[in-house]
T-cell receptor, first 117, second 114 residues
Framework: GAGVSQTPSNKVTEKGKYVELRCDPISGHTALYWYRQSLGQGPEFLIYFQGTGAADDSGLPNDRFFAVRPEGSVSTLKIQRTERGDSAVYLC???????????????FGEGSRLTVL | AQSVTQLGSHVSVSEGALVLLRCNYSSSVPPYLFWYVQYPNQGLQLLLKYTTGATLVKGINGFEAEFKKSETSFHLTKPSAHMSDAAEYFCAVSDRAAGNKLTFGGGTRVLVKP
């Protein structure tokens, strides 16, 4: 498809378990972003990749959260020892060229809804 | 640090009436500003954006927004609401010095009454 693809669309897990969420960005987009959207709130920034490297991970809430993008395309958000407070929709977005002043638009996937019981 | 404030978490309008969603921002640099819409069980979709130039920007579905630097505002309007406009709307500011990282407001849910 032409858009940002996220899998799984829904994930239910138990407290303490490990979870991986996958994002497949738009082909050719060099920048990739992860956001978290809790119920009734706006998306909150987690981490941003430029190519393979994490350019800004200031939004990761603690060391249980980690993300990778080993080949500069697909990214995986990893959450260890999940807690009930991690329940949210995790959104992925990609951008063609974050350094381009004329752009700035992020294209979002439909999100992965995580429920921690 | 940048921030966005959306006044009113819920707005109810009658079909055919004016839609006005308020957004104020703070930014230490000239901002890029965005409005995104989120329909139920769907991803965020860009409505419109301001980067440079004309301060009145037009977007999809008849929406427009005006950048007012003196008021640090970027309010979204549509002259005549349609039932299909029922959704949640998010204002966002971009940090161009940080890879276009977006900071979002809390969102405004729009209900359209027939």
């Amino acid at each position: 498809g032409a858009g940002v693809s996220q899998t799984p669309s829904n994930k239910v897990t138990e407290k303490g378990k490990y979870v991986e969420l996958r994002c497949d960005p738009i082909s050719g987009h060099t920048a990739l972003y992860w956001y978290r959207q809790s119920l009734g709130q706006g998306p909150e920034f987690l981490i941003y990749f430029q190519g393979t490297g994490a350019a800004d991970d200031s939004g990761l809430p603690n060391d249980r959260f980690f993300a990778v993008r080993p080949e500069g395309s697909v990214s995986t958000l990893k959450i260890q020892r999940t807690e009930r407070g991690d329940s949210a929709v995790y959104l992925c977005a990609s951008s063609e060229n974050p350094l381009g002043l004329a752009s700035g638009e992020l294209f979002f996937g439909e999100g992965s809804r995580l429920t921690v019981l | 640090a940048q921030s966005v404030t959306q006044l009113g978490s819920h707005v109810s309008v009658s079909e055919g009436a004016l839609v006005l969603l308020r957004c104020n921002y703070s930014s230490s640099v000239p901002p890029y500003l965005f409005w995104y819409v989120q329909y139920p069980n769907q991803g965020l979709q860009l409505l419109l954006k301001y980067t440079t130039g004309a301060t009145l920007v037009k977007g999809i579905n008849g929406f427009e927004a005006e950048f007012k630097k003196s008021e640090t505002s970027f309010h979204l309007t549509k002259p005549s609401a349609h039932m299909s406009d029922a959704a949640e709307y998010f204002c966002a500011v971009s940090d161009r010095a940080a890879g276009n990282k977006l900071t979002f407001g809390g969102g405004t849910r729009v209900l359209v009454k027939p």
